[in-house]
């Protein structure tokens, strides 16, 4: 299945499409990363850290691609291919009078600080409110103790629109999330 999806590059970074190609550098992130991820994330289930989940989990986000349900980016640094550094998501992609997508994205913990994932979604954004995918909003749920994702999602303009009490389960407990937004005043009505 062919991805609807192109690379993007960034002055530091290159976004790829989310591919079953990707699986042992995914896996790697993921070994690399688990304890830093634990606290913002939902556990994850048997088996996440293997090549054959993590392959399996690929090729499904490649056929949400080709169905417009979702678009997934993995990071790497433009001069080191070979090395993960971290993935952006746009989910739940709804379409019709909603225009709408959930944003998730995660960084290598020894890059964090280095404004590499605001250049990131700096352009995954500037793509999803392009006249190509026309989305009307992009919204964001966060930890309230995760200060690094509330300064991030501040910097690109979303904007404050509530709290989710009990939201996902993480870290051991239900854990409440803010919740934020960013709209798209480039695109008027609903894209043919």
Same mark, same amino acid.
């Given at each position: 299945?062919?991805?609807?999806?192109?690379?993007?590059?960034?002055?530091?970074?290159?976004?790829?499409?989310?591919?079953?190609?990707?699986?042992?550098?995914?896996?790697?992130?993921?070994?690399?990363?688990?304890?830093?991820?634990?606290?913002?994330?939902?556990?994850?289930?048997?088996?996440?850290?293997?090549?054959?989940?993590?392959?399996?989990?690929?090729?499904?986000?490649?056929?949400?691609?080709?169905?417009?349900?979702?678009?997934?980016?993995?990071?790497?640094?433009?001069?080191?291919?070979?090395?993960?550094?971290?993935?952006?998501?746009?989910?739940?992609?709804?379409?019709?009078?909603?225009?709408?997508?959930?944003?998730?994205?995660?960084?290598?913990?020894? !890059?964090?600080?280095? +404004?590499?994932? #605001?250049?990131? &979604?700096?352009?995954?954004?500037?793509? *999803?409110?392009? /006249?190509? %995918?026309?989305?009307?909003?992009?919204?964001?749920?966060?930890?309230?103790?995760?200060?690094?994702?509330?300064?991030?999602?501040?910097?690109?303009?979303?904007?404050?629109?509530?709290?989710?009490?009990?939201? !996902?389960?993480?870290? +051991?407990?239900? #854990?409440?999330? &803010?919740?934020?937004?960013?709209?798209? *005043?480039?695109? /008027?009505? %609903?894209?043919?």
């Amino acid at each position: 299945m062919e991805t609807l999806l192109s690379a993007i590059k960034t002055s530091r970074l290159e976004l790829v499409p989310a591919r079953a190609d990707l699986t042992e550098r995914a896996v790697d992130f993921y070994q690399r990363n688990g304890s830093h991820l634990a606290s913002w994330e939902p556990p994850k289930p048997e088996g996440f850290r293997t090549e054959a989940f993590q392959r399996e989990r690929l090729s499904q986000a490649e056929g949400e691609a080709a169905a417009g349900t979702a678009m997934r980016w993995w990071l790497h640094l433009r001069d080191e291919p070979q090395f993960l550094v971290g993935s952006i998501g746009l989910t739940a992609i709804a379409r019709g009078p909603f225009q709408n997508a959930m944003l998730g994205y995660a960084l290598d913990g020894q !890059l964090q600080g280095q +404004g590499l994932m #605001r250049e990131a &979604l700096r352009a995954v954004i500037e793509y *999803a409110f392009s /006249s190509a %995918i026309c989305l009307h909003r992009i919204q964001a749920n966060v930890r309230p103790e995760n200060l690094r994702s509330l300064r991030l999602l501040e910097q690109m303009g979303f904007e404050h629109e509530g709290l989710a009490r009990d939201y !996902l389960f993480i870290d +051991g407990a239900w #854990r409440d999330h &803010l919740m934020f937004a960013l709209r798209n *005043a480039g695109c /008027s009505g %609903i894209p043919k």
